[in-house]
C-alpha cells in the first residue's frame, strides 16, 4: 500500500514554456501533499505544502506565481512550472501524507529545459 | 539554519559490516524522526521511524537509536550489502505542523562487495 505515482518521469521541454507535473496516490486518499526539488547530489528542499481544495502554502522564497501548484482531490495534485528557464531543470518529486507523519513519495520527474 | 545535522557526507563500508549514519537536531519539538533511502534518479522511500518515546527502533537489519537528551539518532545498518549501496537521509518533523519534514544533507553509502 502507499504508493504514491509521478508522471511523467522525465521531461524536456524548450525555455519560455510550462510543463505540468501530476502526483497521484494510488491507493489511499491524501489530505496533504507535498511538492520538493532535489538538485544533484543535495537534499531535498520543501517547495510547497499543498492541501486539498485550499491554496497551497509556498515556502520562503519560493515563486508562487512561477510554481503553480493545484489540488483538486484527494488523490491528485499538479505542479505547474511556468515559462521554464533551464534554471528551473531539476528533479521534481512529490509525496503524500494521510494525517499522519509519515509521508510516502513519488519516483520523481527529471525536468530539463533546453 | 540546517535544523537537522547529518553526518558522515559519505562512508564506505564493506560487505557484512555495520553502517552508521548519524544526526543531530536542535529544535526540541521535533518529536518524529524518520531515515529514508534514496537510489539514483528515484524518489525516497521510507526505511524505518521512530518517536522519543523510545530509544531504539529495529526493523530487520535496520535499527535506529535515539538519545533524547543529546539530541541525537542514529542509523545502524547490520550486515550491510552492496545493494544498501544508496544516498540516505534523516528527517525530523512536529506533530501538527501540517507534517512538514526537515531533512538532514544526506550520506551516500557505498557497500563494497
Known amino acids: 500500500g502507499a504508493v504514491v505515482s509521478q508522471h511523467p518521469s522525465r521531461v524536456i521541454c524548450k525555455s519560455g514554456t510550462s510543463v505540468k507535473i501530476e502526483c497521484r496516490s494510488l491507493?489511499?486518499?491524501?489530505?496533504?501533499m507535498f511538492w520538493y526539488r532535489q538538485f544533484p547530489k543535495q537534499s531535498l528542499m520543501l517547495m510547497a505544502t499543498s492541501n486539498e481544495g485550499s491554496k497551497a502554502t509556498y515556502e520562503q522564497g519560493v515563486e508562487k506565481d512561477k510554481f503553480l501548484i493545484n489540488h483538486a482531490s484527494l488523490t491528485l495534485s499538479t505542479l505547474t512550472v511556468t515559462s521554464a528557464h533551464p534554471e528551473d531543470s531539476s528533479f521534481y518529486i512529490c509525496?503524500?501524507?494521510?494525517?499522519?507523519?509519515?509521508?510516502?513519495f513519488g519516483p520523481g520527474t527529471r525536468l530539463t529545459v533546453l | 539554519q540546517q535544523q537537522v545535522k547529518q553526518s558522515p557526507q559519505s562512508l564506505i563500508v564493506q560487505k557484512g559490516g555495520i553502517s552508521i549514519i548519524n544526526c543531530a537536531y536542535e529544535?526540541?519539538?521535533?518529536?518524529?524522526f524518520p531515515w529514508y533511502q534514496q537510489f539514483p534518479g528515484k524518489g525516497p522511500a521510507l526505511l524505518i521511524a521512530?518517536?522519543?518515546?523510545?530509544s531504539e527502533k529495529k526493523e530487520g537489519r535496520f535499527t535506529i537509536s535515539f538519545n533524547k537528551s543529546a539530541k541525537q539518532f542514529s542509523l545502524h545498518i547490520m550486515d550491510s550489502q552492496p545493494g544498501d549501496s544508496a544516498t540516505y537521509f534523516c528527517?525530523?518533523?512536529?506533530?501538527?505542523?501540517?507534517?512538514?519534514?526537515?531533512f538532514g544533507k544526506g550520506t551516500l553509502l557505498t557497500v563494497n562487495p
Open positions: 528527517a525530523a518533523s512536529i506533530e501538527g505542523s501540517n507534517y512538514k519534514l526537515t
Open positions: 491507493d489511499f486518499q491524501a489530505t496533504t
Open positions: 521512530i518517536r522519543p518515546d523510545v
Open positions: 509525496s503524500a501524507t494521510l494525517d499522519t507523519d509519515t509521508q510516502y
Open positions: 529544535n526540541t519539538a521535533f518529536d518524529y
